[in-house]
Every structure is written in C-alpha cells, then in structure tokens.
C-alpha cells in the first residue's frame, strides 16, 4: 500500500530508535528556518532544508535524501514537518517518512530539556 501522508512518530518513540544500537536509523530532514535552528537545534545530525529556500533544493531532493532508509521530518511544532512530508510523499521518490509529533518544542519538553524554547 502506498503511503500518502506522514505516519506519526512522538520525540520519545524517536529517541528509543535512536538511543538503540540495533534499530536502523531514520534519516532526519529539519524544515525550520536558519533564525530557528540558531534558538534551538539537535543534538543529532540532521538535514537542514529550511521551507523558504525550497526554489534553491527542490529539484534535487532526489539527490538529497536516501531512497532505502525511513525520513523522519521535523519543524517547531508538527506542521510545516507534516506539509513537507505529505509533498515529499508525492514526489514519488520516498517510500517511509514519519513526522515527529510536536517538533522540536515536544522534543524539548518530553526528551531532552536542555534544548530552549521558544
């Protein structure tokens, strides 16, 4: 069955995966913008493809991103995430993508509080 829109993964599902040594781990894309990231920014190695430079990565997103390996999209609270999920979905070049529920403000408060927010 084909995927039409992002399954759902919470910050502490995520951080499960990527604590644990023997699961595969996603591919994470951040969609926020450069002011955002410099407030707030993981840990972890993630893509950044902030939404309002899309006319400059769009066309190779192909390029990009792995085609064998779940994406996990991220933004501030879900919903940019979510957009671009549902958009990458319907490039027809990834099979897997889950948004994190919540964003990176959920990550702060449910698993690592260090992070600010804002």
Same mark, same amino acid.
Request: glycine share 6%; aromatic share 8%; with cysteine.
């Given at each position: 069955?084909?995927?039409?829109? $992002? #399954? +759902? ?6 951080? %499960? /995966?990527? &604590? ?5 781990? =996603?591919?994470? @894309? ?19 493809? $902030? #939404? +309002? ?6 066309? %190779? /997103?192909? &390029? ?5 390996? =779940?994406?996990? @999209? ?21 099979? +897997? ?22």
């Amino acid at each position: 069955m084909k995927q039409n829109i $992002p #399954l +759902s993964i919470t910050p502490k599902e995520l951080n %499960k /995966i990527l &604590e644990d040594a023997s699961s595969e781990k =996603p591919f994470i @894309v951040d969609v926020r913008e450069d002011n955002e990231i410099a407030i707030a920014s993981f840990s972890f190695s993630v893509l950044h493809l $902030p #939404l +309002s430079k899309a006319a400059n990565w769009s066309v %190779k /997103i192909g &390029e990009l991103l792995p085609k064998d390996q =779940p994406i996990v @999209v991220v933004c501030h609270a879900g919903v940019r995430s979510l957009n671009f999920g549902i958009w990458l979905l319907e490039q027809g070049i990834i099979k +897997s993508v889950w948004n994190l529920v919540g964003g990176i403000d959920a990550w702060s408060t449910d698993v690592d509080q260090s992070v600010p927010r804002y």
